[in-house]
């Protein structure tokens, strides 16, 4: 299995412009997740995805950001306008939930830079 | 509001000695403790993980203590490696489902 993919790997923009970061998950897996890790913050949950429905979007930062699962194996987190503080690595993550809890896999990241 | 607080922010410790870093956590709901490890340029990966059930899990020369009435765990690393040299995060959740709380991490650096 390739694991979790993510594109781009690293991403460099400017201010107001839109972003858009992809994630692939784990085939067969039914949860998806999106974290962003900064070093200030350290490594923060933004939305959680259960068979493509967002359950908890409670620590997305605010509607600048969004994301959207159309599918099983595709997930978007989209900034709009983005601003330099949004500069982060973002993670995706999948798992498969069968009851208890399971090992979330998470994928390479994408580096945002925001100038 | 950090759920989760991990000590230290960073660890130095010689090629052969033992690493140690604790966690503690305030939500009693929460069931599940697993501990990640992360190399730089990679993703958070699970090392190990424990439930409140037991006080400790050992795979290989990682360990996991749990102290349910502190509301504490901690991870163990015996005879250190270089190779171990990563940044370690805690974690936690509860009967919320799959959603993990992370400790702000731990950067651990094995001296050969």
Redesign the interface.
């Given at each position: 299995d390739a694991g979790?993919i993510q594109s781009p790997r690293h991403e460099v923009t400017e201010m107001g412009q839109e972003v858009t970061l992809r994630c692939k998950p784990i085939s067969g897996h039914n949860?998806l997740?999106w974290y962003r890790q900064t070093m200030m913050r350290?490594?923060e949950?933004l939305i959680?995805f259960?068979n493509n429905v967002p359950?908890?979007d409670s620590g997305m930062p605010e509607d600048r950001f969004s994301a959207k699962m159309p599918n099983a194996s595709f997930s978007t987190l989209k900034i709009q306008p983005s601003e330099p503080r949004d500069s982060a690595v973002y993670?995706c993550?999948s798992?498969f939930?069968a009851g208890g809890?399971?090992?979330?896999?998470?994928?390479?990241?994408t580096r945002l830079t925001v100038l | 509001q950090q759920q989760v607080k991990q000590s230290p922010q960073s660890l130095i410790v010689q090629k052969g000695g033992i690493s140690i870093i604790n966690c503690a956590y305030e939500n009693t709901a929460f069931d599940y403790f697993p501990w990640y490890q992360q190399f730089p340029g990679k993703g958070p990966a699970l090392l190990i993980a424990i439930r409140p059930d037991v006080s400790e899990k050992k795979e290989g020369r990682f360990t996991i203590s749990f102290n349910k009435s502190a509301k504490q765990f901690s991870l163990h690393i015996m005879d250190s490696q270089p190779g171990d040299s990563a940044t370690y995060f805690c974690a936690a959740t509860g009967n919320a489902g799959n959603m993990l709380t992370f400790g702000g991490g731990t950067r651990l650096m094995v001296k050969p």
């Amino acid at each position: 299995d390739a694991g979790v993919i993510q594109s781009p790997r690293h991403e460099v923009t400017e201010m107001g412009q839109e972003v858009t970061l992809r994630c692939k998950p784990i085939s067969g897996h039914n949860s998806l997740f999106w974290y962003r890790q900064t070093m200030m913050r350290g490594l923060e949950l933004l939305i959680y995805f259960n068979n493509n429905v967002p359950i908890d979007d409670s620590g997305m930062p605010e509607d600048r950001f969004s994301a959207k699962m159309p599918n099983a194996s595709f997930s978007t987190l989209k900034i709009q306008p983005s601003e330099p503080r949004d500069s982060a690595v973002y993670f995706c993550a999948s798992s498969f939930r069968a009851g208890g809890r399971n090992e979330q896999f998470f994928g390479p990241g994408t580096r945002l830079t925001v100038l | 509001q950090q759920q989760v607080k991990q000590s230290p922010q960073s660890l130095i410790v010689q090629k052969g000695g033992i690493s140690i870093i604790n966690c503690a956590y305030e939500n009693t709901a929460f069931d599940y403790f697993p501990w990640y490890q992360q190399f730089p340029g990679k993703g958070p990966a699970l090392l190990i993980a424990i439930r409140p059930d037991v006080s400790e899990k050992k795979e290989g020369r990682f360990t996991i203590s749990f102290n349910k009435s502190a509301k504490q765990f901690s991870l163990h690393i015996m005879d250190s490696q270089p190779g171990d040299s990563a940044t370690y995060f805690c974690a936690a959740t509860g009967n919320a489902g799959n959603m993990l709380t992370f400790g702000g991490g731990t950067r651990l650096m094995v001296k050969p």
